[in-house]
């Protein structure tokens, strides 16, 4: 495949601080995940039962981490260009009152 060099994801500038240092860690041998595979298992199995399962599942303290410090990331470059996406409506667009989803007609 093209896109994999030695088992992991080619080099793309940007993602030095996210892909390429895990790539290092996991390379390096030093990376051991804190999630215990049983009781991720046991987890899985024991919301098969439940009437309301979550839609996204994350399951260990490493993988909890990385997502708040990715969804703090996208949060803040999203309210940093927020009046640029609120920008490109319709002059005639109609919201519904105190909601920033547009009301469809």
Do not use: C
């Not at 439940?50 to 708040?68: C, K, Q």
């Amino acid at each position: 495949m093209g896109w994999r060099v030695n088992g992991f994801a080619k080099h793309i500038e940007g993602y030095e601080e996210s892909v390429d240092k895990m790539i290092s860690l996991r390379k390096d041998g030093k990376y051991i995940p804190s999630g215990d595979p049983v009781k991720a298992a046991k987890a899985i199995f024991d919301l098969s039962g439940n009437p309301e399962p979550p839609l996204h599942l994350i399951l260990g303290s490493d993988a909890v981490g990385i997502l708040r410090k990715a969804n703090a990331t996208r949060d803040a470059e999203f309210e940093k260009w927020i009046d640029i996406s609120n920008s490109i409506d319709h002059d005639d667009a109609k919201k519904t009152p105190g909601q920033e989803v547009p009301k469809f007609i």
